[in-house]
């Protein structure tokens, strides 16, 4: 499938930047060439934010995101006062009724 991408690269004049191109395993696949260049194979694959494991099936890690958003809701709630916190929390916690 990548030679035929390749081939009709070539034909639109374009070109893959196959140092930062990698390959990761998902499923059964082994080894893929491109244009007779060994692409380097990783564990792990960040795309659009979203880190994509290597496995025997489709597998994502929200991990590093979890611990981004718990990093900046800790920024913020330890420079909030007790008001807004006390009002956050009533807000979300407290259902209308």
Do not use: W
């Not at 140092?19 to 696949?29: A, D, F, L």
């Not at 792990?44 to 990093?71: E, N, P, R, T």
């Not at 008001?83 to 009724?97: A, D, G, P, T, Y």
């Amino acid at each position: 499938m990548l030679d035929i991408c390749s081939q009709e690269a070539d034909t639109l004049d374009f070109t893959f930047n196959t140092p930062m191109s990698v390959t990761i395993r998902i499923g059964e696949s082994a080894l893929l060439l491109c244009i007779f260049v060994h692409l380097s194979r990783v564990d792990q694959v960040k795309y659009l934010g979203i880190l994509l494991l290597s496995a025997h099936v489709f597998k994502c890690s929200f991990d590093q995101l979890k611990m981004k958003f718990y990093q900046c809701f800790n920024a913020i709630y330890h420079k909030a006062c007790e008001l807004v916190c006390v009002e956050l929390m009533k807000s979300v916690c407290l259902s209308k009724c």
